[in-house]
């Protein structure tokens, strides 16, 4: 019924995995290598930007792009116990910012490290590099502040927000370490690698591991 366009190293493609372990909703995987031209010819037929994840619904005949509106998707048409997106409006939208808040202050970021590493020597930008890494700084101040007293990002229920915190955080710690400065920050990363979806995500992405390029 449903097939997912992914790579299990993508951050992305790991908070949609989270979600669909969280509720146990079956799904078909397909394994997208865009460094394969058919594979990226066949992801270009779902989604002409050519980044995954991708949902298709057999079901409905609907292709869902973009992880935060694949959640969003799974909640409103193939809801399971873990409510990802809760019903009370106001509960949904402080949701809705923790998940915005990790994608865009702690995702992007990161990403612009990581994008740096795989550049050629003459085309790196550690200006760049800086503000990003600045820029993640002033994100764990924040996450440690949110986090105090606190099991998920929106309190006891384990929500979108932590399907997008645990790989944005995870690998952001590959980068920029906060363990020793950001206590409650650092803890609440290791509750989001013992939850059983997000353990069962890191072990599906650990042989391709190699991949991600080190300082």
């Known amino acids: 019924m449903l097939e997912l366009s992914f790579h299990p190293l993508s951050s992305f493609c790991q908070k949609v995995l989270i979600a669909l372990y969280e509720n146990d909703t079956p799904f078909t995987p397909h394994f997208i290598d865009l460094g ?7 992801l270009a037929k779902r989604w002409p930007l050519r980044k995954f994840p991708v949902l298709h619904d057999h079901a409905r005949d609907g ?3 973009e992880s935060t509106i694949i959640i969003e998707y799974l909640t ?3 809801p399971g116990p873990t409510r990802l997106v809760p019903d009370d ?3 949904a939208r402080e949701t809705r910012f923790r998940d915005r808040f990790y994608d865009l202050h ?3 970021p990161m990403q612009k490290i990581v994008g740096d590493r795989l550049r050629p ?6 200006y760049g590099v800086a503000q990003a890494a600045t820029a993640l700084r002033a994100a764990y101040d924040l996450v440690e502040s949110d986090m105090a007293g606190k099991t998920w990002a929106m309190g006891d229920a384990f929500t979108m927000a932590d399907c997008a915190a645990a790989p944005s955080l995870s690998y952001a710690a590959m980068v920029v370490p906060f363990d020793d400065t950001h206590p409650a920050a650092a803890a609440y990363l290791r509750r989001l690698r013992e939850r059983p ?3 069962r995500t890191l072990r599906e992405a650990e042989p ?3 991949l991600f390029p080190k300082a």
């Open 36 to 42: 394969k031209e058919t594979d990226a010819a066949a």
């Open 63 to 65: 292709t869902v792009p």
């Open 76 to 78: 409103q048409h193939h």
């Open 89 to 91: 409006p106001d509960a």
């Open 106 to 108: 702690v995702q992007v």
């Open 121 to 126: 020597a003459d085309q790196k930008d550690p």
């Open 197 to 199: 979806s997000y353990a």
């Open 208 to 210: 391709y591991l190699h």
